[in-house]
């Protein structure tokens, strides 16, 4: 009973005897509570892993000297700053996700599994808005800056001698970045959806499936 599909199980239960409606309702529930679980708890994992994972490559990065060039340009003070703050950001979001997860096991009742599921994915969706928009702000703001400091292109890029003088270089490196800032929003965009798009369907249809078991119930 347990691998039936949860669209066919609430079509049987719909043919049911009254007598055993009420119990095949509360299985509907159950199922539907556990499969919310497992699907909050993923959304954790993936959380975590994601976490590891920027780490693993901020370390690696460091460590290759990728940040030489912001060294030259005296930013990386700013940078530690930033990226403290964002990885301060990410745990409470993380803390929130195990908050949700923690909460969804406890429910015994269709409405409260139905707010939490809702909060679940409202939680997960200003964390994907956070990271876009996050990336966004900062690449702004470092392109400001680089503009904003004596010879910012050339520290930047590491090229002394260039044709390129004054506005030139300028609308060089904002057409650079913007190219760069959509390349890698488009990239994030992709990612968020793979790794969590594609698990807030599958909540959503659990969703769905409540709310039409509250309203038979009703």
């Known amino acids: ?4 599909d949860l669209d066919q199980y609430k079509k049987a239960w ?5 007598s055993v ?32 994972f920027w ?3 901020n370390y690696v990065v460091t460590q290759a000297g990728g940040f030489e060039p ?25 803390v929130l996700f195990y908050r949700n997860y923690s909460a969804i096991t406890t429910i015994d009742n269709t409405k409260t599994l139905m707010r939490k599921i809702l909060k679940t994915r409202k939680t997960v969706k200003w964390y994907v808005y956070y990271n876009i928009i996050s990336v966004i702000i900062l ?3 470092l392109n400001i800056l680089i503009i904003n400091t004596p010879d910012g292109f050339s520290l930047l890029t590491g090229v002394e001698n260039t044709n390129l003088t004054g506005g030139k270089m300028i609308a060089v490196l904002i057409v650079t970045q913007i190219l760069t800032i959509g390349l890698m929003v488009l990239i994030l965009w992709l990612i968020y959806y793979l790794l969590y798009g594609i698990l807030l369907k599958k909540l959503n249809k659990n969703y769905k499936e409540l709310s039409k078991l ?3 119930n009703e």
């Open 14 to 18: 719909d043919n049911q005897p009254e």
């Open 139 to 141: 690449s702004i703001i």
């Open 214 to 216: 509250e309203e038979n």
């Open 21 to 52: 409606e009420k119990l095949t309702a509360l299985d509907i529930y159950k199922m539907s509570q556990s499969k919310s679980t497992s699907i909050v708890k993923w959304i954790f994992i993936i959380g975590l892993l994601e976490f590891a």
């Open 1 to 4: 009973m347990s691998t039936m």
């Open 55 to 57: 780490i693993g490559i």
């Open 70 to 94: 912001y060294e030259r340009l005296n930013l990386m003070s700013f940078l530690n700053y930033t990226t403290y703050l964002h990885y301060a950001v990410i745990l409470l979001f993380l």
